[in-house]
């Protein structure tokens, strides 16, 4: 069992930057591939960023790339993602999600099995 907490969401204007952070309680956390994920009111949840087990691999959609990093601390069992020159079509409800390292499928929402319960990012004009 799995339990992620997510931290760090607020307003902040366009342009500027934001750290989220999940806490896990996963013993075996370094055994875990982590991904961060967002919805806006009516659309999809869409997959932003995520990184394997090993550090090893990472996914971004391409609305993101050059944008936004994620990260991991084994240590704090702890996964960030820094978004930097926010646009307002960034608001969303941010979650965290985990499951056991895969090999393929980093950005696909159905093999995330651990789910965090969210933080709104929104992004003023």
């Known amino acids: 069992q799995v339990q992620l907490v997510e931290s760090g969401g607020g307003l902040v204007q366009a342009g500027g930057s934001l750290r989220l952070s999940c806490a896990a309680s996963?013993?075996?956390?370094?055994?875990?591939?982590l991904g961060w994920f967002r919805q806006a009111p009516g659309k999809e949840r869409e997959s932003v960023a995520s990184?394997?087990?090993?550090?090893?691999?990472?996914y971004y959609v391409d609305s993101v790339k050059g944008r936004f990093t994620i990260s991991r601390d084994n240590v704090k069992n702890t996964v960030y993602l820094q978004m930097n020159s926010l646009k307002p079509e960034d608001t969303a409800v941010y979650f965290c999600?985990?499951?056991?390292?895969?090999?393929?499928?980093?950005?696909?929402?159905?093999?995330?099995?651990?789910w965090g319960q969210g933080t709104q990012v929104t992004v003023s004009s």
């Open positions: 996963a013993r075996t956390f370094s055994s875990y591939d």
């Open positions: 999600a985990a499951r056991l390292g895969l090999t393929y499928g980093l950005g696909t929402r159905s093999l995330f099995n651990y």
């Open positions: 990184i394997s087990w090993s550090g090893g691999s990472t």
